[in-house]
């Protein structure tokens, strides 16, 4: 792994000030004083580390504690629904069924107001609880001819 430059670690130090400054609950005033107090310069983007690690070990006194290391926020999955979306709108279609009526059974099955808000397993589901009752239908008509 590369080592942080000079830059990066004095931005990451910046970043972390703003942080201790929300957590703090501090308002532009008496952020800026402690600023003044600790490096006399009241702004970060004026400091070096050294008085950027002056002004973080200041915030850590008052009570900020550091959290955890995050790895970040969970990457949003997306998958290629729209095999299924097009299977369910022909299984509508030969059922003679609209696309409300596939949002009413996505409401009452997963408790979605809507298809599109369906992952891929749910609409599987769907598809499936569709089928069979167009294959029901299809057996009650077999038997009446």
């Not at 000030?17 to 003044?36: C, E, G, M």
Request: include cysteine; proline fraction near 1%.
């Amino acid at each position: 792994m590369a080592r942080m430059t000079y830059e990066q670690r004095r931005q990451g130090l910046i970043a972390k000030i703003h942080v201790a400054k929300t957590q703090l609950a501090l308002d532009d005033d008496n952020y800026r004083a402690i600023l003044q107090r600790v490096t006399a310069k009241s702004s970060c983007a004026e400091m070096n580390l050294q008085e950027l690690q002056r002004v973080m070990a200041e915030m850590e006194r008052l009570g900020f504690k550091p959290t955890k290391k995050s790895i970040g926020r969970k990457p949003l999955h997306f998958t290629d629904v729209s095999d299924l979306m097009a299977k369910l709108g022909k299984l509508l279609q030969l059922t003679e069924k609209s696309w409300a009526y596939a949002n009413g059974m996505a409401k009452q099955m997963f408790q979605k107001d809507n298809v599109n808000q369906l992952n891929a397993a749910e609409l599987r589901k769907l598809i499936a609880a569709l089928n069979y009752h167009y294959l029901k239908v299809q057996a009650k008509q077999a038997k009446k001819a």
